[in-house]
């Protein structure tokens, strides 16, 4: 067989072990952790879904390896705590029992212990040590390790390294970046020391470097040891990509492979994690430029989904392995697709962070995309029904396409219709934005889907009661969505208005000043958008907060992006638009116009319910996902299009 990406595809061995393939699943952290730190059952599925989509190590994150000095709620491995050698060995087992090599990252979260929490006065309460005495941007002491306490977690590596090889791992990552404590000792903005762990470079290696001889002397010669470190911090005082090529070159006698990642995470989480407004693979030049200066092998990170991407990224020697993390929530079938030829097949993430943010919210996880995360306990397999029905699914956007696909693949007769020309519904208007442009062609994907699957899919056709009586269907999926919010402000029906689902239609009529009536996510992103394009963008939102609707991590973002392009009023509620702009009244009561001779109303969206109403009788079976039940998010509809079918 001729595979369609060869380098990305050919096997790598690292120590004395081979992998599979270049792609590698990076470090996620679980969510059912115990109360004592072991990893609990849907985390162990959550990681062998990996392994058997195809990644060729997978990364279990994080075991903090010293709770005395890291009382952080992750992962602990610890033969005196019941279960925890258990858990990782099934773990580990159910990762390399489909052809991955599973890998333990080890960890210390140094000053910013407790941060994974959810409840953060816990995090607060607690004894934070790092590099030195220092008090943290929140307010929060840090005392400095002693030479003593600093031996103690030296050899707490050492133990849990040994631990996690007897438990089956077959790869040891030592977290050496974005800000927790062995990136606290390699950077001088953290790092303040006098005695020999601080000061000149070697010093400030000098923790890393004992950590992993220490690992070493645990696992033995061949055994992989990988060192992940942020190639730069990217931020002002930290170092910079010179002094990584430094750090580099001290520690690569001490590992078989190197994972440069970018950034530190309590000052940088979106280059450590790039946004949708950032390009893929923003962060590799700073793996390409070390690996000039190393000979052990080197892996990238950082927005990376595309299959054409990463294939350049091996073949011209900027990195030896890709690893992806994000990506392979939205498909963990990526790596064997790939593998398979079937590149066209993959989800792409949207970077939505929906993943993240749902994590920080609830210590769950959940993706836009795929439904199974979080649940692959579950299964990711959709079995077939017992008795096969004939199901009518009334509307072609995100939900209604997932719903369709789930029901065909269940072995139902399935048909669905869409009122307009093309599949979508709001997710068309997304075309217009270049950087959620995979928002888009998620739709391309799901319609594919849907077709392979066997579903009748028909266009300009709407679902009536009369329709849906003549079809006679067993079931009936009511995905119509929601429609645009425009009340009834005078001059909001002009000329100069577009409504913001329809900008892809007529962009040539939006003129170089414009005003975006409306702050929530919708219109925010409009206005990035339009002001990166060039034009004078004001925001008009009655409320005193922009994007209330974004989530968590994907908002401070977005804010930043307002800051650089948008001149933003809020508390200012829109009484009339006019050639000139929009007429405003302040939360004073005075009247001002904010200037644009264009106007995209981004008011909102509600639910078709009238139609909802029509159709609720008409199949024995009748399941109304989406914003068609209410007015929410891609993940939602696509979740419960999923289980409708399912339900069926």
Same mark, same amino acid.
């Not at 601080?198 to 696992?219: D, F, K, P, Y």
């Not at 970018?262 to 030049?285: I, L, W």
């Not at 990035?528 to 209330?548: C, D, F, S, Y």
């Given at each position: ?14 120590? %004395?072990? +081979?992998? &599979? ?69 099934? +773990?580990?087992?159910?990762?390399? &029992? ?87 000792? #390699? ?19 000098? #923790? ?120 392979? #929530? ?18 792409? !993430? /949207? ?25 692959? *306990? ?30 065909? %693949? ?15 519904? =709001? ?23 849907? &077709? ?36 009834? *402000? ?33 219109? !925010?992103? !409009?206005?990035?958008? /339009? ?25 401070? /973002? ?55 109403? +029509? ?9 109304? =996902? ?23």
């Amino acid at each position: 067989m001729k595979r369609k990406f060869p380098h990305l595809s050919s096997p790598i061995t690292i120590g %004395r072990v +081979t992998f &599979r393939n270049r792609m590698f699943s990076a470090p996620m952290g679980g969510t059912d952790i115990t109360n004592d730190g072991c990893i609990g059952p849907k985390s162990t599925a959550f990681y062998e879904l990996r392994g058997k989509g195809g990644a060729a190590a997978v990364t279990v994150s994080e075991c903090m390896v010293h709770p005395k000095t890291d009382g952080s709620h992750a992962y602990h491995l610890d033969t005196t705590i019941l279960n925890s050698l258990a858990a990782a060995t099934y +773990t580990a087992d159910a990762i390399h &029992r489909h052809g991955a090599v599973p890998s333990l990252e080890l960890s210390h979260s140094g000053m910013y212990a407790g941060t994974y929490m959810t409840d953060k006065t816990k995090q607060h309460e607690m004894h934070q040590w790092g590099a030195c005495d220092t008090v943290r941007a929140d307010g929060v002491k840090v005392k400095a390790l002693s030479e003593e306490m600093i031996r103690e977690i030296v050899e707490a590596y050492g133990q849990t390294a040994a631990l996690a090889k007897r438990a089956g791992f077959g790869m040891i990552m030592i977290h050496g970046g974005h800000g927790w404590l062995l990136n606290q000792f #390699l950077s001088p903005y953290f790092n303040k020391r006098t005695d020999k762990y601080g000061g000149s470079l070697e010093n400030r290696c000098r #923790l890393a470097m004992e950590v992993l001889q220490s690992v070493r002397e645990a696992v033995g010669p061949g055994f992989p040891i990988e060192f992940r470190m942020s190639g730069s911090e990217l931020f002002e005082g930290g170092y910079a990509l010179e002094e990584g090529v430094r750090i580099a070159q001290q520690l690569e006698p001490y590992i078989d492979l190197l994972h440069v990642s970018a950034g530190t995470y309590q000052r940088g989480f979106g280059d450590t994690h790039p946004s949708m407004f950032k390009e893929h693979g923003c962060n590799v030049y700073l793996a390409a430029e070390i690996k000039k200066h190393v000979s052990i092998p080197v892996a990238t990170i950082g927005a990376l989904n595309d299959p054409e991407q990463m294939e350049e990224i091996i073949a011209s020697g900027k990195a030896d392995v890709v690893y992806m993390a994000r990506a392979l #929530l939205a498909d963990p079938f990526l790596p064997r697709k790939i593998m398979e030829n079937r590149d066209d097949e993959i989800v792409k !993430c /949207l970077r939505c962070f929906t993943c993240m943010a749902e994590r920080a919210a609830t210590s769950t996880r959940r993706c836009t995309v795929n439904p199974l995360i979080g649940r692959e *306990i579950e299964g990711n397999e959709v079995r077939p029904a017992v008795v096969k029905k004939k199901v009518l699914v009334a509307g072609g956007g995100p939900g209604g396409l997932y719903a369709a696909y789930t029901a065909a %693949r269940r072995g139902h007769q399935v048909i669905l219709c869409e009122k307009e020309a093309e599949l979508g519904g =709001i997710l068309k208007s997304e075309q217009a934005l270049p950087f959620k442009h995979e928002m888009y062609e998620l739709i391309g994907t799901y319609e594919k889907f849907a &077709r392979n699957a066997g579903v009748e899919i028909h266009l300009n056709t709407e679902v009536t009661p009369e329709l849906a009586e003549k079809e006679n269907a067993d079931a009936l999926i009511v995905a119509v969505g929601s429609t645009p919010l425009v009340p009834p *402000i005078p001059g909001l029906d002009g000329e100069n208005v577009v409504i913001v689902n329809d900008y892809y239609k007529q962009k040539e009529k939006v003129t170089d000043k414009v005003v975006v009536f409306g702050g929530g996510l919708a219109g !925010c992103e !409009c206005a990035i958008h /339009l002001g990166m394009e060039g034009k004078e963008v004001h925001l008009v939102e009655m409320r005193n907060e922009l994007a209330p609707d974004a989530n968590v991590r994907h908002r401070p /973002l977005l804010l930043k992006e307002i800051d650089k392009y948008v001149t933003v009023h809020t508390g200012c509620r829109g009484m009339e638009v006019t050639k000139e702009g929009i007429i405003c009244e302040t939360e004073k009561k005075e009247q001002i116009l904010v200037p644009g001779t264009s106007v995209i109303c981004a008011l909102g969206q509600h639910s078709r319910t009238d139609i909802v109403d +029509t159709l609720r009788d008409c199949a024995p079976y009748v399941a109304v =996902i989406g914003d068609a039940g209410k007015v929410s998010t891609i993940t939602n509809a696509v979740y419960e299009g999923y289980h409708a079918a399912l339900d069926i």
